[in-house]
């Protein structure tokens, strides 16, 4: 079984849980960049990816340095934004053929509330079986990342 861990992040924890959770799996990564690069002030970042989610935005994507297409299954990791996934992943979606290979769906988040972005991710996922809410190192929860991550990966299997 070839896998491929799918991510985007703007500030590195989503980036760190990929790296983990590809690691446990032996999987390979891949990290979705957007062409058009976030403003550096988290205000900013805040007005312009909140709106972006709002208005349903569909970002151009970096060339990839992997081939979706050359793996059995893959799982994709999202910061929350907006109570969303990022539009970075909306982009990646667009290839239908990677949507189907989608089996698990890891989120990061500053409060936990993933219901809404794992709901409107899911639409899109016609093999989705598990997914993780993990959240921030600012966060007291996060000390339940790691177990939470040994969950994720045994159900991924
Ligand atoms: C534009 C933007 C919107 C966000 N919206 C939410 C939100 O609705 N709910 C939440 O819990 N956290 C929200 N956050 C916090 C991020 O989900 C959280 O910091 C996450 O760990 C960031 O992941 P990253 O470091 O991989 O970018 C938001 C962050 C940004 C930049």
């Known amino acids: ?3 491929l861990v799918v991510y985007y992040s703007l ?5 760190e849980a990929a790296h983990k959770i590809a690691g ?3 999987a390979d990564l891949l990290k979705l960049e957007t062409v058009k690069p976030m403003p550096k002030s988290f205000a900013a970042q805040i007005l312009t990816g909140g709106g972006q989610v709002l ?5 151009k994507l970096r060339p990839f340095d992997k081939d979706p297409g050359g793996y059995d ?4 990791g999202s910061p929350i934004w907006n109570g969303k996934a990022v539009p970075a992943l909306s982009a990646f979606l667009r290839d239908t053929a990677a949507a189907e290979k989608v089996t698990a769906v890891f989120f990061l988040s500053a409060g936990g509330g993933t219901e809404k972005g794992l709901a409107a991710l899911a639409k899109k996922l016609p093999n989705l079986k598990t997914s993780v809410s993990l959240l921030d190192g600012k966060h007291e929860g996060s000390r339940d990342n790691e177990a939470k991550i040994e969950k994720f990966v045994g ?3």
Do not use: C, D, H, Q
């Open 1 to 3: 079984m070839k896998r």
């Open 11 to 15: 500030s590195g924890n989503t980036g």
């Open 24 to 26: 446990e799996l032996g």
């Open 55 to 59: 208005f349903g935005y569909v970002p």
């Open 73 to 76: 299954e893959i799982v994709l």
């Open 155 to 157: 159900e991924i299997g």
